[in-house]
């Protein structure tokens, strides 16, 4: 099983910046892809982006040209820079690995997730 912890969230104002950290440990080598999720008050859990193990990335078109995700296999750690946050951006941020387990691909423990608060 793999476990995330996430970190670095806060209050900003629109315009700003936050760069957001998850930090995998566990049975990394059964990582695939690691992905970040947001979850605003009153709304269902969203993809945001995802980074594969080879280095791959995707982003939903609401974060194109603005978030970044990106890796440091040493650290075992994935990154998420945001950049011109909105304050539709403000939600709980959620990191988890997509693994690969007997029945197949699947995914791995939820962190607590981190609160990010865009100001307007």
């Known amino acids: 099983q793999v476990q995330v912890v996430e970190s670095g969230g806060g209050l900003v104002q629109a315009g700003g910046s936050l760069r957001l950290s998850c930090a995998a440990s566990?049975?990394?080598?059964?990582?695939?892809?690691m992905v970040w999720y947001r979850q605003a008050p009153g709304k269902q859990r969203e993809l945001v982006c995802g980074?594969?193990?080879?280095?791959?990335?995707n982003y939903m078109d609401f974060v194109k040209g603005r978030f970044a995700i990106s890796r440091d296999n040493a650290k075992n750690t994935v990154y998420l820079q945001m950049n011109a946050l909105k304050p539709e951006d403000t939600a709980v941020y959620y990191c988890?690995?997509?693994?690969?387990?007997?029945?197949?691909?699947?995914?791995?423990?939820w962190g607590q997730g981190t609160q990010v608060t865009v100001s307007s």
């Open positions: 988890t690995a997509i693994i690969e387990t007997s029945h197949g691909p699947d995914f791995g423990s």
């Open positions: 980074i594969t193990s080879e280095g791959s990335t």
């Open positions: 566990g049975s990394i080598e059964s990582i695939k892809a």
